[in-house]
């Protein structure tokens, strides 16, 4: 099986040690995984803000470089959700049948970290160590649009060490969604601060989620009110072992 990682924007500019952890995590589980030097962006900022047109050549450049690929795996359920739900919106205005061939052929390829590990691989229990006391944020992508359900907390059950706590109001947004946080700054930081208080009722050391765009807000929130609770990528936590423990 041929398995490529979109490592993302955010995680290729700010957290380069998540795609890292999907990477150790894979090869740990026998997936022989590539990098694909030629990928971008998958063109959510563009769409999520009307810009479809301009979307399209990033579309091409996203079906050239995972072209030929059995699975494609990304530690990040909104870049998937665009890949998987917003491609073909994108390539259907464009009029160009053959985009609309390529994107009808890779998206359904296309996998958030905790699909591909239970619905692909069959495996809840990855070989994981991480002892500490965490907490679950279901991103709003990964939670509504791709519907991954209990996939992730059914990988962090199984990770030896780990003290799972429930979150409240766990399916609440955290108030980033991308240009949301810009356009609308004052809600945002309202709905951030009112997750971030249900994190910190948890008593967790760690918050854990599947996208780093949302823990780069929650995670602002919570610095600024001097919590010290840490956010961790779900890749991260289950990339850890007794010899390598973020």
Do not use: W
């Amino acid at each position: 099986m041929r398995v490529a990682l979109m490592v993302t924007c955010i995680n290729d500019a700010l957290y380069p040690s998540t795609g890292q952890a999907v990477v150790r995590l894979l090869r740990r589980l026998g997936v022989e995984v590539e990098f694909p030097q030629a990928q971008t962006c998958c063109g959510q900022p563009m769409v999520n803000t009307g810009y479809l047109d301009e979307a399209v050549p990033v579309l091409r450049t996203f079906v050239d470089a995972f072209a030929g690929y059995d699975a494609v795996v990304t530690p990040s359920g909104s870049c998937a959700g665009s890949a998987r739900h917003q491609h073909s919106i994108v390539a259907v205005r464009s009029g160009d049948e053959a985009l609309q061939e390529a994107v009808a052929e890779i998206a359904p390829k296309v996998y958030e970290l905790s699909e591909f590990l239970v619905d692909v691989l069959g495996v809840t229990d990855v070989g994981a160590y991480y002892p500490h006391r965490v907490t679950y944020h279901p991103t709003c992508h990964s939670l509504r649009m791709l519907g991954v359900g209990d996939r992730p907390q059914r990988l962090l059950e199984a990770v030896r060490g780990i003290r799972l706590v429930g979150l409240p109001g766990a399916d609440e947004c955290c108030g980033f969604g991308g240009t949301f946080a810009v356009k609308n700054a004052d809600t945002s930081i309202a709905m951030g601060a009112d997750k971030a208080r249900h994190i910190r009722g948890t008593g967790a050391e760690i918050v854990v989620a599947g996208d780093n765009s949302c823990l780069t807000h929650i995670g602002g929130v919570l610095s600024r009110q001097r919590s010290g609770v840490r956010t961790v990528h779900l890749a991260e936590i289950l990339a850890s072992t007794e010899e390598v423990t973020r």
